[in-house]
């Protein structure tokens, strides 16, 4: 019986492990915000909406004149 007593006092309890993760889900919300204040909002106060498209996207290749083979 000494056995069983030890087990359940090296268990934590169910509470802490809620508030780690509602902690963990605060922390991800707040980087999530400050990622995104990062990307769109650093250069100032934009008079219309971001484009997302435009900001990621990549110059396109020109095609080439000679034909591949």
Not at 2 to 8: D, H
Not at 35 to 53: M, N, Q, S, T, Y
Request: hydrophobic fraction near 50%; glycine fraction near 6%.
């Amino acid at each position: 019986m000494s056995n069983l007593s030890k087990i359940e006092r090296s268990v934590p309890r169910a509470g802490l492990f809620r508030w780690e993760i509602g902690l963990a889900l605060l922390l991800k919300i707040i980087l999530l915000t400050g990622l995104w204040f990062l990307i769109f909002r650093w250069d100032g106060k934009h008079v219309e909406k971001p484009d997302v498209a435009a900001r990621f996207s990549l110059p396109a290749i020109q095609p080439s004149t000679t034909p591949v083979f």
